[in-house]
């Protein structure tokens, strides 16, 4: 291609607000898919949330292998008010859903179990795919089942059908690749068939710079979202032609001027896996020293302790320094509202209707008019957020971070 030409393809590229990993939690008949999830986290009012009050342009519903909601897929496909699009995927309104799938693998030798998300172009390749996986998992209707059979074999089962696979908040304690599997992920899968990596709530950017493994790879940033209000609590920025199946992939693979250009996460230390939790004495060991799991508790000498994600990768890095490769793209830190000390239900309900959307409060709106709604001490708090002042205390043992009350 030429260089003019490659300039004007350029050209017509946007980004767009991504979220790849929501959950459903019941179909729309009232079916259990997610035990987990909200009731009203059905397929349709997802895509609706995502357009139409979140402004999230490219959606990844991770439990679409499921049958039940393959129905509810169909019945919105028959009625009209969504459509299959051309590059893969599905059309709500000015929003795309990517149809996922999250699964749990476990490897033979390995002590834990770990989360994988795949994404297939169409619904007829899920219902492929979900015709093959019914043979070693119990119940292939719910969401995040184990399937039984090696992590290679799903890994090719997948390149096979023509899908993405990204193993999912690789770096939790519950169900991580790293957190809870292995200290390698070469041990697992054939790394040239991995297209991307999540990061998960409790980790960002700069701390997966410490495993030289991850130096190729994407990152995203998504919700893990089991309700219509944490749609976004984790979102990235992608640039693409349009969003779409093969857009994605080309994003991930950082080909034709596709790229993730911004991961939008949680300040990692108010994850609930930041730091080592003890279980003993209920602290959340967040002092200089890593604490290791051969360790016993500084304060009560109990060995009951949930590593943290920080420490895991301490204790799995292969390199001193963190190293953010060229491609790597800024991790903007975000503090969800609900966070913020003082700002209850009812203030944030007036701000949404004020500013629309949580994205708009956080990022867009002056200190001056979210004063005009709440108040100067609360608008200073958010301002302060945004700006990433706000004095943190890192969360562990599955109990969020918080937010330092002044
Ligand atoms: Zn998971
Ligand atoms: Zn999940």
Same mark, same amino acid.
Request: glycine share 10%.
């Given at each position: 291609?030429?260089?003019?030409?490659?300039?004007?393809?350029?050209?017509?590229?946007h980004?767009?607000?991504?979220?790849l990993?929501?959950?459903?939690?019941?179909?729309?008949? $009232?079916?259990?898919?997610k035990? *987990?999830?909200s009731?009203?986290?059905?397929?349709?009012?997802?895509?609706?949330?995502?357009?139409?009050?979140?402004?999230i342009?490219?959606?990844?519903?991770i439990?679409?292998?499921?049958?039940?909601?393959?129905?509810?897929?169909?019945?919105?496909?028959?009625s009209?008010?969504?459509?299959?699009?051309?590059?893969?995927?599905?059309? #709500?309104?000015?929003?795309?859903?990517?149809? /996922?799938?999250?699964?749990?693998?476990?490897?033979?030798g390995?002590?834990?179990?770990?989360?994988?998300?795949t994404?297939?172009?169409?619904?007829?390749?899920?219902?492929?795919?979900?015709?093959? =996986?019914?043979? #070693?998992?119990?119940?292939v209707?719910?969401?995040?089942?184990?399937?039984?059979?090696?992590?290679?074999e799903?890994?090719?089962e997948?390149?096979?059908? /023509? $899908?993405?696979l990204?193993?999912?908040?690789?770096?939790?304690?519950?169900k991580?690749?790293?957190?809870s599997?292995?200290?390698k992920m070469?041990d697992?899968?054939d790394l040239r068939?991995?297209? $991307?990596?999540?990061?998960?709530?409790?980790?960002?950017?700069?701390?997966?710079?410490?495993? *030289?493994?991850?130096?190729?790879?994407?990152?995203?940033?998504?919700?893990?979202a089991?309700s219509?209000?944490?749609?976004?609590?984790?979102y990235?920025?992608i640039?693409?032609?349009?969003p779409?199946?093969?857009?994605?992939?080309?994003?991930?693979?950082r080909?034709?001027?596709?790229?993730?250009?911004?991961? #939008?996460?949680?300040?990692?230390?108010?994850?609930k #896996?930041?730091?080592?939790?003890?279980s003993?004495?209920?602290?959340?060991?967040?002092?200089e020293?890593?604490?290791s799991?051969?360790?016993?508790?500084p304060?009560?000498?109990?060995?009951?302790?949930?590593?943290?994600?920080?420490?895991?990768? =301490?204790?799995?890095?292969?390199?001193?320094?963190?190293?953010?490769p060229?491609?790597?793209?800024?991790y903007?830190?975000?503090?969800?509202?609900?966070?913020?000390?003082?700002?209850?239900k009812? *203030?944030?309900?007036?701000?949404?209707?004020?500013f629309?959307?949580? =994205?708009?409060?956080?990022?867009?709106?002056s200190?001056?008019?979210i004063?005009?709604?709440v108040?100067?001490?609360?608008?200073?708090?958010?301002?302060?957020?945004r700006?990433g002042?706000?004095?943190?205390? *890192?969360?562990?043992?599955?109990v969020?971070?918080?937010?330092?009350?002044?």
């Open positions: 291609m030429c260089h003019s030409e490659q300039l004007n393809k350029t050209a017509e590229l980004e767009f607000y991504s979220d990993h929501i959950h459903i939690g019941r179909t729309k008949n $009232g079916q259990a898919v035990i *987990s999830g009731r009203n986290l059905t397929f349709e009012n997802i895509a609706k949330e995502a357009a139409l009050r979140k402004g342009e490219m959606i990844g519903i439990d679409c292998h499921s049958p039940f909601v393959q129905d509810d897929i169909m019945t919105c496909l028959d009209g008010i969504m459509k299959e699009i051309e590059g893969g995927g599905i059309a #709500y309104q000015d929003t795309v859903i990517l149809l /996922g799938s999250e699964i749990e693998i476990r490897n033979t390995a002590k834990g179990a770990a989360h994988v998300l994404y297939f172009r169409d619904l007829d390749t899920m219902q492929d795919f979900t015709r093959w =996986m019914t043979r #070693y998992m119990k119940n209707g719910l969401s995040s089942q184990r399937i039984y059979v090696q992590p290679r799903l890994q090719q997948i390149i096979d059908r /023509g $899908g993405i990204i193993p999912a908040h690789v770096f939790t304690p519950h991580g690749l790293y957190g599997m292995s200290r070469s697992v899968f068939g991995i297209a $991307g990596i999540e990061l998960g709530l409790s980790a960002d950017s700069s701390m997966a710079g410490y495993l *030289s493994e991850l130096d190729g790879y994407s990152f995203l940033t998504n919700s893990d089991h219509l209000g944490k749609i976004g609590r984790e990235n920025k640039r693409m032609l349009n779409s199946f093969d857009e994605f992939r080309l994003a991930l693979e080909k034709a001027g596709r790229q993730v250009t911004a991961n #939008y996460g949680l300040d990692p230390r108010l994850g #896996y930041h730091r080592t939790f003890c003993g004495c209920n602290s959340i060991l967040d002092d020293a890593v604490v799991l051969a360790d016993r508790c304060y009560c000498g109990s060995i009951k302790m949930v590593q943290g994600v920080f420490d895991r990768i =301490m204790s799995i890095a292969d390199r001193e320094e963190p190293f953010l060229i491609h790597r793209p800024p903007c830190y975000q503090v969800p509202l609900e966070f913020i000390p003082g700002l209850g009812a *203030s944030i309900l007036k701000l949404l209707e004020a629309g959307t949580e =994205m708009a409060i956080l990022h867009r709106a200190e001056q008019d004063a005009s709604v108040g100067e001490v609360l608008a200073h708090r958010i301002v302060m957020a700006n002042t706000l004095e943190l205390s *890192s969360g562990g043992g599955g969020y971070g918080k937010v330092v009350r002044k």
